[in-house]
Structures are given as structure tokens and as C-alpha cells.
């Protein structure tokens, strides 16, 4: 069984560039979370994917959006970086219906 | 607003000596509280789901505990290799909805041999 998988593992970007990070979910799953974890916070949800739409959304700006692809893998998009969206951004992937989420390793993302 | 606090903050222990994390929720429709372990750098691993008041889960040196308002997660024994950061978080709400998670800050334990 094939876990979570994230990419790139770091990326050092300049404020106003654009971002894409990625995701393939665990083998079997077909739903995927975003989460960002700011240095010795804990992760704060930014939107899920079931069925290609979003399905539920936090407290980002539009300048967060993402996509999710028929074989289940998604696609995290930042743009017009910021200072404060350095940090380190998880993908989690569920089966809809059930509650339990896995993560990946993360992508830790500087912004300078 | 839903919230979750975990304490203490910061966790030292001796090996061998055993202690108890707390995570304490205010949500509406509590629907299941999970806990995850955090290597620095790392993405969170998957340790229990607890759904109900006076559910308790176990692996290995961890045990954890669900009350209606606080879990707690107990570390008996513990070693240096349990030094990570415990988090929790909380799912709420009707099940047609988003499946979002709600973290606390965690708690940063540190075992000395």
C-alpha cells in the first residue's frame, strides 16, 4: 500500500511569484485535504477535494486554490506569494465517509 | 467558534517516567478527536480516533482517553524515541460536511535517558 506522497520536498520562492505544490493520495483514497503549518503552530486547514470540487473551504484567500485530478492526486496553487505563507504545507488523504485523514511528509515552502 | 487547547506546552520526562498530555475542545457535534505524533519536519502520523465519552485506545506505551469536554493522552514508560511532537484535533459537525480537521498547538515532549 502506497502512502501519501508530496512534491516538491523544500522550494525557496520570492514574493510575488507563483507556487504549485503536489500531492497523490494513499492507495484506495479518494479525498484530499490541504493543511498549512506555520513554525510551532499546529496545521490550519486550507480546503478539501472529493470528486474534482471543492468540498469545504477555511480562512484563505482566493489566491489559494487547487484542483484534484481523476486519478485523486491534487494540486495546491498559491499566487502573489507573501512573506507569512513560508511554511510547511501537508496533504491529507481520506476515504469519504470515513474520519481518519494520513498525511504526506509536507512541502516546506520559504518565502523571501 | 470551535477551539482546541492543548497543555502543557512543553513536556521534559527522565525515561521510565510516566505522564499524561491534555487536550481539552469546545466544538458543536463533536464527531470524532484524533491524535497524531510530529517528527520535526515531518508530516503528522496517525496514532488513535476516539468517537465517544469513555472510549480509551492503546498502542504500545500510549493510551488514549475521551471524556466530553478533554482527552488525554497517557505515556507510561516512555523513551527517548517517543520524544516528538503530540497533536490533537478535533472533527465536528454534520457528516455531509467538509471533513476538516481542528488542531491544537500540540505538545513538544522531550524524553531524557
Known amino acids: 500500500e502506497t502512502g501519501v506522497t508530496q512534491s516538491p520536498t523544500h522550494l525557496i520562492k520570492t514574493r510575488g511569484q507563483q507556487v504549485t505544490l503536489r500531492c497523490s493520495s494513499q492507495?484506495?483514497?479518494?479525498?484530499v485535504s490541504w493543511y498549512q503549518q506555520a513554525l510551532g503552530q499546529g496545521p490550519q486547514f486550507i480546503f478539501q477535494y472529493y470528486r474534482e470540487e471543492e468540498n469545504g473551504r477555511g480562512n484563505f484567500p482566493p489566491r489559494f486554490s487547487g484542483l484534484q485530478f481523476p486519478n485523486y492526486s491534487s494540486e495546491l496553487n498559491v499566487n502573489a506569494l507573501e512573506l507569512d505563507d513560508s511554511a510547511l504545507y501537508l496533504c491529507?488523504?481520506?476515504?469519504?465517509?470515513?474520519?481518519?485523514?494520513?498525511f504526506g511528509p509536507g512541502t516546506r515552502l520559504t518565502v523571501l | 467558534e470551535d477551539q482546541v487547547t492543548q497543555s502543557p506546552e512543553a513536556l521534559r520526562l527522565q525515561e521510565g517516567e510516566s505522564s499524561s498530555l491534555n487536550c481539552s475542545y469546545t466544538?458543536?457535534?463533536?464527531?470524532?478527536l484524533f491524535w497524531y505524533r510530529q517528527d520535526p519536519g515531518k508530516g503528522p502520523e496517525f496514532l488513535f480516533t476516539l468517537y465517544s465519552a469513555g472510549e480509551e485506545k492503546e498502542k504500545e506505551r500510549l493510551k488514549a482517553t475521551l471524556t466530553k469536554k478533554e482527552s488525554f493522552l497517557h505515556i507510561t514508560a516512555p523513551k527517548p524515541e517517543d520524544s516528538a511532537t503530540y497533536l490533537c484535533?478535533?472533527?465536528?459537525?454534520?457528516?455531509?460536511?467538509?471533513?476538516?480537521?481542528?488542531f491544537g498547538t500540540g505538545t513538544r515532549l522531550q524524553v531524557f535517558p
Open positions: 484535533a478535533v472533527q465536528a459537525g454534520p457528516s455531509y460536511n467538509t471533513d476538516k480537521l481542528i
Open positions: 491529507a488523504s481520506s476515504l469519504w465517509g470515513k474520519d481518519t485523514q494520513y
Open positions: 492507495s484506495g483514497h479518494n479525498t
Open positions: 466544538v458543536s457535534g463533536l464527531r470524532g
